[in-house]
């Protein structure tokens, strides 16, 4: 390592007038292909100067691979929301890209148990991952992309040979092209000809919602997992298409740190990761200090950061057999900021990300041989694991909702989960899963770990500090029906045919001169019922259950049933059968045509049980205080879940803009203190349907909007007692709620609760909101019990709080109602389970018979 760092002189100059040359961040001892252009030659500016915008990002990369196409080759992975490209560079020796694919190939055999042991990696090249600034505001890491590029294009000599030689570099130059434009904008627009380096200064302190967050105000940092987001699937694609030795992952913290790289605290690594990732990210960790070190840089390790969860950019490798290395930066996020440690420069912060990118090569290059052996066993030890796993396969479906079935087989196909439509009906774990309607998973795939990780509930850990989430049980999540299938019950006759989710070719619906109905348990019946209601078409919905004859038989339908009677549209008959078969199609769901209203049990079609359900008109109050990423999942849902528009309202608007044109607003996690209360309250009490979330639900309670009252965790110690002040981060952060999942119990006769056809549902909850229950027996539809963790970890202290609670009360309030909703439904867009008690509140809510209001509690 010596000779490689003697090789890398840097010149240190942090603070000089000379900061932003180019010269500041290359090693001095290499000479550069003149052909290439410099950044500055393409995005009109030095490297730190300015903040790059992503468009000058992305033609300086194409000028690179152009001007260097033996060692260059561009390709876009697809485009985000706001249709900007998202790019990557592989790097690599000429021979290496003449042979790219049989490397690419030969590459994916060592994750492959049953071929990998014919592969020679003795000059197999490493493929390492290098992405950067996945938080749109952390840009350190993009703006060394510029130095990265050039210098990987254009450094000659034999150091560069060997390293291309030996590593093929897949280079992401910008992991959340939306967030970046977003936040080089602000920065840029704000900047000074003399620096002004004031914290208080606008530069450093962006508008909401900011620029960290992708289109939909998403943490892309947490969907490596889910994969909800656009950005997310699209590098997954690629992701898995190289399955890359090492993935970096440049993000910045605080401004009076440092820099962080990993390992990251021992303590809180996932139980899945094997040990030998660990050691492989601390040898690697030796190469970041000696690089550092070299240009004078503090840096720290195993302190602050986990690898817990695999939604991470920096975990997600850690159970691909990979090694997933998180990099964090102090942030000027600006050009130059005063902190504890002086002024920090744009400029040094890129460095810093510049160096360490080199040093994750190095180490590439030098431990090739261990990384490519470490994949090859990783997969064959996973192999063996599963042989020894008492899980076998595990079951999964619900005959009344294919939506979500369809959905989360879509989110593991994503990650080469293999699944097969289940071959014959099974009893598991009190539940019944049918042929056509169920599917199975065999644990004995070589994505066996990342399968558990998915599945499996958990209750017992090593820390009770999180960085992240503590639980993430995706059958949970998703709201399905699942079970796991041991030695006994497993067997081959359960495998039918695998499956791949595709758009579903519905049966032309039969005409009705009568009545059609929609049953509500399917999860895109919103999004047909808001189309039809979009379309002009009159709806209702069943307040009680009814048993219609139906194609020679007989069937029973729910409560929450849409019902769609001909002639009381304004559109003609061919026009709705038209509009329903339309709809039908599009969203996979099916309609039922009726010949008569007449009931063979339960209501009939003409009873009053039958209430015309409004069309929404819909307002979420967002801005300063709000929480963005709430707001992002929640306009997430509606706009590309459900097709149904949300306005988005600043507080001020609300407080001088005419209210009447919405019939629901909503509230996520914030703080409402700039809100007018009373125009909110003479709103909802001519019928508006105010629906609360999380702490809006105290700030509700405490403006008189409610009668929501609550219990309160005790403290984590007796205040007289006497402990050492080193334990104070330990006890006072295992109090906080980094989330877990919760069984709540519902009533499924509520209109909350239309739906729903089990009498629990999984909600996440990752606050400190404890609602009372109400007084009133029929206003808390959704409730703990005394024994409600299903998987995550929190306190004693707070799970008592958690215990006989409710998740979820109605309260009326004039001719409106106020719906109080402790925790989050929506919990970063993957949480499908509580999308229907979502939709519910919107679309029901007014129908709700709170039997009073407050103003006479």
Same mark, same amino acid.
């Given at each position: 390592?010596?000779?490689?760092?003697?090789?890398?002189?840097?010149?240190?100059?942090?603070?000089?007038?000379?900061?932003?040359?180019?010269?500041?961040?290359?090693?001095?001892?290499?000479?550069?292909?003149?052909?290439?252009?410099?950044?500055?030659?393409?995005?009109?500016?030095?490297?730190?100067?300015?903040?790059?915008?992503?468009?000058?990002?992305?033609?300086?990369?194409?000028?690179?691979?152009?001007? @260097?196409?033996?060692?260059?080759?561009?390709?876009?992975?697809?485009?985000?929301?706001?249709?900007?490209?998202?790019?990557?560079?592989?790097?690599?020796?000429?021979?290496?890209?003449?042979?790219?694919?049989?490397?690419?190939?030969?590459?994916?055999?060592?994750?492959?148990?049953?071929?990998?042991?014919?592969?020679?990696?003795?000059?197999?090249?490493?493929?390492?991952?290098?992405?950067?600034?996945?938080?749109?505001?952390?840009?350190?890491?993009?703006?060394?992309?510029?130095?990265?590029?050039?210098?990987?294009?254009?450094?000659?000599?034999?150091?560069?040979?060997?390293?291309?030689?030996?590593?093929?570099?897949?280079?992401?130059?910008?992991?959340?092209?939306?967030?970046?434009?977003?936040?080089?904008?602000?920065?840029?627009?704000?900047?000074?000809?003399?620096?002004?380096?004031?914290?208080?200064?606008?530069?450093?302190?962006?508008?909401?919602?900011?620029?960290?967050?992708?289109?939909?105000?998403?943490?892309?940092?947490?969907?490596?997992?889910?994969?909800?987001?656009?950005?997310?699937?699209?590098?997954?694609?690629?992701?898995?298409?190289?399955?890359?030795?090492?993935?970096?992952?440049?993000?910045?913290?605080?401004?009076?740190?440092?820099?962080?790289?990993?390992?990251?605290?021992?303590?809180?690594?996932?139980?899945?990761?094997?040990?030998?990732?660990?050691?492989?990210?601390?040898?690697?960790?030796?190469?970041?200090?000696?690089?550092?070190?070299? &240009?004078?840089?503090?840096?720290?390790?195993?302190?602050?950061?986990?690898?817990?969860?695999?939604?991470?950019?920096?975990?997600?490798?850690?159970?691909?057999?990979?090694?997933?290395?998180?990099?964090?930066?102090?942030?000027?996020?600006?050009?130059?900021?005063?902190?504890?440690?002086?002024?920090?420069?744009?400029?040094?912060?890129?460095?810093?990300?510049?160096?360490?990118?080199?040093?994750?090569?190095?180490?590439?290059?030098? #431990?090739?041989?261990?990384?490519?052996?470490?994949?090859?066993?990783?997969?064959?030890?996973?192999?063996?694991?599963?042989?020894?796993?008492?899980?076998?396969?595990?079951?999964?479906?619900?005959?009344?909702?294919?939506?979500?079935?369809?959905?989360?087989?879509?989110?593991?196909?994503?990650?080469?989960?293999?699944?097969?439509?289940?071959?014959?009906?099974?009893?598991?774990?009190?539940?019944?899963?049918?042929?056509?309607?169920?599917?199975?998973?065999?644990?004995?795939?070589?994505?066996?770990?990342?399968?558990?990780?998915?599945?499996?509930?958990?209750?017992?850990?090593?820390?009770?500090?999180?960085?992240?989430?503590?639980?993430?049980?995706?059958?949970?999540?998703?709201?399905?029906?699942?079970?796991?299938?041991?030695?006994?019950?497993?067997?081959?006759?359960?495998?039918?045919?695998?499956?791949?989710?595709?758009?579903?070719?519905?049966?032309?619906?039969?005409?009705?001169?009568?009545?059609?109905?929609?049953?509500?348990?399917?999860?895109?019946?919103?999004?047909? #019922?808001?189309?039809?209601?979009?379309?002009?078409?009159?709806?209702?919905?069943?307040?009680?259950?009814?048993?219609?004859? #139906?194609?020679?038989?007989?069937?029973?339908?729910?409560?929450?049933? &849409?019902?769609?009677?001909?002639?009381?549209?304004?559109?003609?008959?061919?026009?709705?059968?038209?509009?329903?078969?339309?709809?039908?199609?599009?969203?996979?769901?099916?309609?039922?045509?009726?010949?008569?209203?007449?009931?063979?049990?339960?209501?009939?079609?003409?009873?009053?049980?039958?209430?015309?359900?409004?069309?929404?008109?819909?307002?979420?109050?967002?801005?300063?205080?709000?929480?963005?990423?709430?707001?992002?999942?929640?306009?997430?849902?509606?706009?590309?879940?459900?097709?149904?528009?949300?306005?988005?309202?600043?507080?001020?608007?609300?407080?001088?803009?005419?209210?009447?044109?919405?019939?629901?607003?909503?509230?996520?996690?914030?703080?409402?203190?700039?809100?007018?209360?009373?125009?909110?309250?003479?709103?909802?009490?001519?019928?508006?349907?105010? &629906?609360?979330?999380?702490?809006?639900?105290?700030?509700?309670?405490?403006?008189?909007?409610?009668?929501?009252?609550?219990?309160?965790?005790?403290? @984590?110690?007796?205040?007289?007692?006497?402990?050492?002040?080193?334990?104070?981060?330990?006890?006072?952060?295992?109090?906080?709620?980094?989330?877990?999942?919760?069984?709540?119990?519902?009533?499924?006769?509520?209109?909350?609760?239309?739906?729903?056809?089990?009498?629990?549902?999984?909600?996440?909850?990752?606050?400190?909101?404890?609602?009372?229950?109400?007084?009133?027996?029929?206003?808390?539809?959704?409730?703990?019990?005394?024994?409600?963790?299903?998987?995550?970890?929190?306190?004693?202290?707070?799970?008592?709080?958690?215990?006989?609670?409710?998740?979820?009360?109605?309260?009326?309030?004039?001719?409106?109602?106020?719906?109080? &909703?402790?925790?989050?439904?929506?919990?970063?867009?993957?949480?499908?389970?509580?999308?229907?008690?979502?939709?519910?509140?919107?679309?029901?809510?007014?129908?709700?018979?709170?039997?009073?209001?407050?103003?006479?509690?």
């Amino acid at each position: 390592m010596t000779r490689i760092l003697t090789a890398f002189v840097f010149v240190i100059c942090a603070l000089c007038a000379r900061a932003q040359d180019l010269s500041y961040y290359l090693p001095d001892s290499v000479q550069y292909n003149p052909s290439i252009p410099k950044p500055k030659d393409i995005i009109f500016h030095e490297v730190g100067e300015w903040h790059v915008t992503h468009d000058r990002l992305v033609n300086y990369m194409r000028a690179v691979a152009a001007a @260097a196409p033996d060692r260059v080759k561009l390709q876009t992975m697809g485009f985000t929301y706001e249709q900007r490209p998202q790019v990557l560079l592989v790097i690599t020796s000429p021979k290496n890209h003449q042979n790219l694919e049989q490397i690419r190939q030969q590459h994916l055999l060592l994750s492959d148990p049953n071929k990998a042991g014919s592969v020679n990696i003795e000059n197999m090249p490493a493929v390492v991952w290098v992405g950067h600034s996945i938080h749109g505001n952390e840009q350190s890491g993009t703006n060394a992309s510029l130095v990265s590029a050039y210098y990987l294009a254009a450094a000659q000599g034999k150091a560069i040979d060997e390293l291309l030689d030996k590593v093929v570099i897949l280079f992401d130059p910008s992991f959340n092209p939306d967030g970046m434009q977003r936040f080089s904008t602000w920065v840029n627009q704000h900047r000074s000809k003399n620096l002004v380096t004031d914290p208080n200064s606008r530069e450093f302190n962006e508008v909401w919602p900011g620029g960290r967050f992708n289109h939909y105000w998403f943490d892309l940092n947490r969907d490596w997992l889910p994969a909800v987001h656009v950005e997310s699937q699209n590098r997954l694609k690629v992701f898995h298409e190289w399955k890359p030795n090492v993935l970096t992952d440049h993000h910045e913290m605080g401004s009076n740190a440092t820099f962080f790289f990993q390992p990251g605290v021992p303590s809180r690594v996932n139980p899945l990761t094997p040990a030998r990732n660990q050691e492989l990210t601390a040898k690697i960790g030796q190469y970041h200090a000696a690089f550092l070190d070299r &240009i004078g840089s503090l840096y720290y390790t195993k302190e602050g950061y986990d690898d817990f969860y695999y939604g991470k950019g920096s975990t997600y490798p850690d159970v691909n057999g990979a090694i997933g290395i998180l990099f964090e930066q102090a942030s000027s996020r600006g050009h130059a900021q005063q902190t504890a440690n002086g002024v920090l420069k744009f400029p040094f912060t890129i460095r810093n990300q510049f160096v360490t990118t080199l040093s994750t090569l190095e180490a590439a290059k030098s #431990l090739r041989t261990e990384l490519l052996s470490f994949q090859r066993d990783f997969y064959r030890s996973v192999q063996e694991e599963a042989k020894t796993a008492p899980v076998k396969a595990y079951v999964f479906g619900d005959e009344k909702d294919r939506g979500k079935s369809e959905e989360f087989i879509t989110m593991l196909r994503r990650h080469q989960i293999d699944v097969y439509q289940l071959g014959s009906n099974i009893k598991a774990e009190g539940l019944e899963f049918k042929k056509g309607s169920s599917f199975i998973i065999p644990a004995a795939q070589t994505q066996h770990r990342l399968i558990r990780a998915i599945f499996e509930k958990t209750l017992n850990y090593k820390d009770s500090l999180f960085y992240d989430i503590t639980s993430w049980t995706m059958p949970l999540a998703f709201g399905l029906p699942s079970a796991e299938l041991g030695v006994g019950q497993y067997n081959s006759n359960l495998l039918g045919e695998q499956y791949t989710p595709a758009k579903r070719s519905m049966p032309a619906l039969a005409k009705s001169n009568y009545a059609y109905l929609l049953e509500w348990s399917e999860l895109y019946a919103p999004a047909a #019922l808001y189309e039809l209601q979009n379309s002009g078409v009159l709806a209702k919905v069943a307040t009680n259950t009814f048993e219609l004859p #139906l194609n020679g038989g007989t069937k029973k339908f729910g409560y929450g049933t &849409i019902t769609i009677p001909v002639h009381l549209q304004t559109v003609t008959a061919d026009k709705l059968y038209e509009t329903l078969n339309s709809i039908q199609q599009k969203y996979g769901l099916s309609f039922h045509s009726l010949t008569s209203g007449s009931a063979m049990s339960g209501s009939d079609l003409g009873s009053n049980r039958f209430v015309t359900v409004t069309k929404p008109n819909i307002a979420m109050v967002t801005g300063t205080g709000v929480s963005a990423l709430d707001a992002g999942e929640f306009w997430h849902l509606m706009d590309q879940r459900f097709n149904i528009p949300v306005t988005h309202l600043e507080p001020s608007m609300l407080n001088r803009g005419d209210l009447s044109k919405y019939n629901t607003i909503v509230l996520v996690s914030g703080s409402y203190n700039e809100l007018n209360k009373d125009k909110l309250r003479t709103w909802i009490q001519g019928g508006g349907n105010l &629906i609360v979330m999380e702490e809006a639900v105290q700030w509700a309670a405490q403006s008189g909007l409610s009668s929501v009252t609550f219990k309160r965790a005790k403290g @984590a110690v007796d205040s007289t007692g006497f402990l050492p002040y080193t334990d104070r981060d330990q006890i006072e952060g295992a109090q906080a709620m980094r989330g877990a999942i919760f069984r709540a119990e519902t009533d499924l006769t509520h209109p909350l609760a239309y739906g729903y056809t089990q009498p629990h549902v999984s909600l996440f909850k990752a606050n400190r909101v404890y609602m009372e229950r109400s007084k009133n027996p029929f206003a808390s539809p959704f409730v703990y019990r005394s024994n409600p963790l299903q998987s995550g970890w929190l306190s004693k202290q707070n799970y008592d709080a958690v215990k006989n609670s409710a998740a979820v009360i109605v309260n009326g309030l004039g001719s409106g109602k106020v719906i109080s &909703i402790a925790d989050n439904p929506n919990f970063r867009a993957f949480w499908l389970g509580g999308s229907k008690l979502m939709m519910n509140a919107i679309f029901f809510g007014r129908i709700i018979d709170t039997g009073s209001s407050i103003a006479n509690d």
